[in-house]
T-cell receptor, first 112, second 110 residues
Framework: ETGVTQTPRHLVMGMTNKKSLKCEQHLGHNAMYWYKQSAKKPLELMFVYSLEERVENNSVPSRFSPECPNSSHLFLHLHTLQPEDSALYLC???????????FGPGTRLTVL | TQLLEQSPQFLSIQEGENLTVYCNSSSVFSSLQWYRQEPGEGPVLLVTVVTGGEVKKLKRLTFQFGDARKDSSLHITAAQPGDTGLYLCRGSSNTGKLIFGQGTTLQVKP
């Protein structure tokens, strides 16, 4: 399989649940990103990893916890979310930070 | 804070019409990219422009980077239903920050 994959594609969770989003890239890239996409708002960059080290964390609440165990995998651990966290969460990768980004299809998250 | 403002935010046109989408900022960008996102998918790169005044063509799509590298436009000639989607511009600042516009939703009706 090629490109950037994300699982699950859809997730419904309660405010007290713990869940994780997974992203995998098969492109040999060194940078990976988490974005939040809400209606009528710009893509919000949440986290950036370069060579498995977190290089950017844009004031994201602690209920979102990223993990990058290797350059091909990126996780977003979710805990005690709020209804306003409902959105499309997109993962992307690039050869190096700042280069052309390749996006996964996203996980549509609904928090009840 | 650097911002990229896209206009219009929503556009609904008939097949065969022409349209232009704008991406504007008060800041200079070292490069600018346009992406298209279709429902249920992530954004896909259309083009990268890096030189002020640069014009690139991709079939019926024409992209222009402003002379001062603060703005860009995307012009579509004879739009088709397959052009429907969300168009996003992404700027790379001189400090390396990546910034997306809020997007333009295009609907092309047959």
């Amino acid at each position: 399989e090629t490109g950037v994959t994300q699982t699950p594609r859809h997730l419904v969770m309660g405010m007290t649940n713990k869940k994780s989003l997974k992203c995998e890239q098969h492109l040999g890239h060194n940078a990976m990103y988490w974005y939040k996409q809400s209606a009528k708002k710009p893509l919000e960059l949440m986290f950036v990893y370069s060579l498995e080290e977190r290089v950017e964390n844009n004031s994201v609440p602690s209920r979102f916890s990223p993990e990058c165990p290797n350059s091909s995998h990126l996780f977003l651990h979710l805990h005690t979310l709020q209804p306003e966290d409902s959105a499309l969460y997109l993962c992307a990768s690039s050869q190096v930070y700042g280069n052309t980004q390749y996006f996964g299809p996203g996980t549509r998250l609904t928090v009840l | 804070t650097q911002l990229l403002e896209q206009s219009p935010q929503f556009l609904s046109i008939q097949e065969g019409e022409n349209l232009t989408v704008y991406c504007n900022s008060s800041s200079v960008f070292s490069s600018l990219q346009w992406y298209r996102q279709e429902p249920g998918e992530g954004p896909v790169l259309l083009v990268t422009v890096v030189t002020g005044g640069e014009v690139k063509k991709l079939k019926r799509l024409t992209f222009q980077f402003g002379d001062a590298r603060k703005d860009s436009s995307l012009h579509i000639t004879a739009a088709q239903p397959g052009d429907t989607g969300l168009y996003l511009c992404r700027g790379s600042s001189n400090t390396g920050k990546l910034i997306f516009g809020q997007g333009t939703t295009l609907q092309v009706k047959p």
